[in-house]
C-alpha cells in the first residue's frame, strides 16, 4: 500500500514515541487503562475514516458550497455522513472523561489523531473541532445542570457548538461588542444583537447546535470587563432532555470564504423576534459562570482553537507538501545542467536541484510545525496529570508562552509550504486538476483566524513576554538551554551554539523593547518580535528532532537530519535580520501618516 498523501504516519511515530514518549504517560491514573497498541490502533482507525470517509469529499464540498435556501442551509450529503462516522466510532469523545463516554486519551494522541482529519478535509473538521473545544470549555467552566445538560450530547455526536464572538461593527476588537443580555426573573437572560464570522453557526447536521456567546449585561463596566458567557441553544431543551422551543436565533446569512467553503460561515441574529420562546422575543441564554468574566472563561476555548489552527495549518500544509513530493517523483521534466544532449530522456523533476530545494523547505516547515503543535499538546498532559504542583506550573507558563507562537507560526510557514507546493507542480499547480490550489486557499485563513498574526504578536511581546516579571520567557530559555546542553559535543553542537546565540539575543532585545519608555515604539513591530520568537522556538524543536534520530541510519532519519540541517542554515540566519530591526527601535512604520500610503 502507497504511503497516504494526507500526513505521514512515520513521523506521527517518531513523535508520539521516538522523541515524546506518550508510552510513558500511561503510568499516570488517568491514562492506566492505555498502551502503545490502543494508542496505535485509534491513529489506525483516524487514518482510515479520514481516508475513506473525510478526504473522497474534500473538493466536492470545496465546489458545492453551503447555500441558504429558505432560510436553512444545505450542505452537501457526504458532510453528515462523514460526521456520523467519525462520532460513531467515539472519536469525538476520544479525550474526554469516562463519565462523559470518552476513551480519556491523552490530548497529545488526541491531536495526533485529529490532525488525519484537519489534513484530509479541514471544512468538514471544523464541526467536531468546534464541538469538542464547545465541551472542554462548559467542562472547565460550567454548572452540573449545563455540563448534564450540554456536554454529553455534544460528546456524543449528537449536538454540535459553536463560538459566537465577533460582531459586525467590531471584528476582533471584542472590548466594542454590543450584544446585550438582560436578566430575567428565573435566572435565565435575553440576549438581542448581532453576530458574524461563527464557524458552523447553522445546518441541519444535528439536531441542536449550541452556541457559546459573548455578550454585555446592562449596568456593567465597559470595554472587555464587562463581557459575559452565555450558553445560547439553536432549540431550548425541555426539563426531561428531549427538545423544547426553537428559541430566537436566526441564521441572517453565509459569508462565502475563499476556502474552509466546506464549513457554514454565518451571520446570526439573537432576539430578532422570528422565534419567540416563552412568547416574546429574546434569545434565551444561561450565564457561565460569573458575570463580566466572559472573556477569562472563553479564553479557555479560544486558546485551544488557536494551538487547533495551529495544527490545521500545518496539516494542510504536510498535506500539501506530501502531494508535492509524489508529483516531483513521478512527474518527468527537462534535463540536469550537465546533461545538454536533447535526445536523452527527460529526469524526474525531484532531481533537478531547486525542487529539491522547495521539498526540503517544505519538509522543515511542516514537520517543525507538527512538532510544535504536539509539543504544546504534550504540555497540556503535563499541566493536568504531572504528579507535582511545580511540574504543572511549569508546563502550563510554557503553554501560555508559546500558544502565539503555536497559532502563528504554522499560518505563516504552512502557507508557505502550500506555496511551495503549488510552485513544485509548475502550471498545473494553480489549476484545479491538483489539489494543491485548494490547500493553499484553505490554508489562508489560518493566519486570520482565531486572532491575526498582528494579534499573536501584541499578545507574546506585550503580555506573555512580560508577565510574571519575565518568567515565561526566562523558563522558555532554560528549556531551550536544556537541549542544547545535551547537544554539545554531537554533530549537532554549531546548531546549540546558534541557537543560544538567538535566545541571548532574544532575551537582550527584549529588554531593549521594553526600556524604549513609550509602548508604541516597543510594539510597533510586535510581529517581527513573534517572527523571530517563532523561528528560534522551531529552531529548538529541529535540534530536538535531531538528537531523537540517534544514530539511526534509515532513509526516514537520515531526512529528519537534512530538514533539521536546512532549517539551522537556511533559516535561522534570518532570524538576526528580524532581531536588528527591533534592537534599533524602528520607527518607520509608526511615523508613517496615513496620507502617505
Known amino acids: 500500500m502507497p504511503p497516504s498523501l494526507i500526513l505521514s504516519r512515520r513521523d506521527l511515530e517518531f513523535l508520539l514515541h521516538e522523541w515524546l514518549d506518550v508510552e510513558g504517560l500511561v503510568e499516570r ?7 502503545r497498541e490502543t494508542f496505535d490502533a485509534v491513529l489506525d482507525l483516524a487514518e482510515r475514516i479520514a481516508t475513506e470517509h473525510f478526504a473522497p469529499h474534500n473538493r466536492t464540498a470545496d465546489e458545492h458550497e453551503p447555500r441558504m435556501v429558505d432560510g436553512r442551509v444545505q450542505l452537501v450529503p457526504e458532510v453528515a455522513d462523514a460526521l456520523r462516522v467519525f462520532a460513531d466510532a467515539g472519536l469525538m469523545a476520544g479525550e474526554f472523561d469516562e463519565e462523559y463516554g470518552g476513551m480519556q486519551l491523552p490530548h497529545t494522541v488526541g491531536q495526533a489523531v485529529f490532525a488525519w482529519f484537519k489534513a484530509a478535509n479541514v471544512g468538514t473538521a471544523a464541526y467536531p473541532f468546534l464541538t469538542m473545544a464547545n465541551a472542554r470549555l462548559l467542562l472547565a467552566h460550567g454548572s452540573e445542570e449545563q455540563k448534564a445538560t450540554y456536554v454529553r450530547p455534544m460528546v456524543e455526536g449528537r449536538w454540535f457548538g459553536t463560538m459566537a464572538l465577533s460582531e459586525p461593527q467590531a471584528g476582533s476588537s471584542l472590548a466594542d461588542i454590543t450584544t446585550r443580555a438582560e436578566r430575567q426573573d428565573d435566572g435565565s437572560y435575553r440576549l438581542t444583537g448581532n453576530k458574524t464570522w461563527i464557524s458552523a453557526g447553522d445546518h441541519e447536521l444535528t439536531e441542536n447546535i449550541v452556541h457559546l456567546v459573548l455578550a454585555k449585561v446592562p449596568g456593567g463596566p465597559p470595554g472587555v470587563k464587562g463581557i459575559s458567557l452565555f450558553v445560547v441553544p439553536k432549540v431550548l431543551p ?19 470564504k475563499m476556502g474552509y467553503r466546506g464549513t457554514t460561515n454565518t451571520l446570526l441574529n439573537f432576539g430578532e423576534g422570528v422565534h419567540t420562546p416563552g412568547g416574546r422575543a429574546g434569545a434565551v441564554g444561561f450565564l457561565v459562570g460569573e458575570e463580566h468574566r466572559g472573556l477569562t472563561y472563553m479564553f479557555t476555548m479560544m486558546n485551544e482553537a488557536r494551538i487547533g489552527v495551529g ?157 510574571q516579571g519575565g518568567a515565561g520567557l526566562v523558563l522558555l530559555g532554560e528549556t531551550i538551554a536544556a537541549t542544547t546542553a545535551r547537544a554539545a559535543g554531537t554533530e549537532w553542537a554549531a546548531h546549540a551554539a546558534d541557537l543560544d546565540a538567538l535566545v541571548a539575543r532574544l532575551g537582550a532585545v527584549t529588554a531593549t523593547l521594553w526600556g524604549a519608555g513609550d509602548p508604541a515604539v516597543t510594539l510597533a513591530n510586535a510581529t517581527y518580535y513573534l517572527e523571530a520568537a517563532g523561528h528560534v522556538v522551531v529552531g529548538w524543536l529541529w535540534l530536538e528532532q535531531a538528537l531523537a534520530t540517534g544514530g539511526r541510519t534509515s532513509d526516514f532519519h537520515e531526512g ?38
Open 238 to 256: 425541555a426539563g426531561d432532555g428531549s427538545l423544547g422551543e426553537r428559541n430566537d436565533v436566526v441564521l441572517a446569512g453565509l459569508n462565502h
Open 560 to 597: 529528519k537530519r537534512a530538514a533539521a540541517r536546512y532549517f539551522h542554515r537556511y533559516e535561522l540566519p534570518t532570524v538576526h535580520t528580524r532581531l536588528d530591526l527591533l534592537e534599533s527601535l524602528d520607527r518607520t512604520v509608526l511615523d508613517t501618516p496615513e496620507r502617505w500610503l
Open 29 to 35: 491514573p488517568r491514562y492506566a487503562e492505555h498502551s
Open 311 to 467: 495544527m490545521g495549518a500545518t496539516a494542510l500544509g504536510y498535506t500539501g507538501y506530501l502531494h508535492a513530493l509524489e508529483y516531483a517523483r513521478t512527474r518527468t521534466q527537462g534535463r540536469p545542467p550537465t546533461d545538454r544532449d536533447p535526445t536523452t530522456p527527460p529526469v524526474r523533476i525531484v532531481e533537478h536541484t531547486d525542487v529539491r530545494r522547495m521539498l526540503l523547505a517544505a519538509k522543515s516547515y511542516v514537520e517543525g510545525g507538527l512538532a510544535l503543535g504536539l509539543y504544546c499538546a504534550r504540555l497540556v498532559d503535563e499541566e493536568q496529570t504531572a504528579e507535582s504542583t511545580d511540574d504543572r506550573g511549569r508546563a502550563r507558563l510554557l503553554l501560555e508562552v508559546l500558544t502565539p507562537i503555536a497559532k502563528s507560526w504554522p499560518s505563516q510557514w504552512g502557507l508557505v509550504a502550500d506555496d511551495l507546493a503549488i510552485q513544485v507542480h509548475g502550471g498545473y499547480g494553480y489549476t484545479r486538476d491538483h489539489a494543491v490550489e485548494q490547500f493553499y486557499r484553505d490554508n489562508r485563513l489560518n493566519p486570520i483566524h482565531e486572532g491575526t498574526a498582528g494579534i499573536q504578536g501584541l499578545d507574546l511581546l506585550g503580555r506573555k513576554v512580560v508577565m
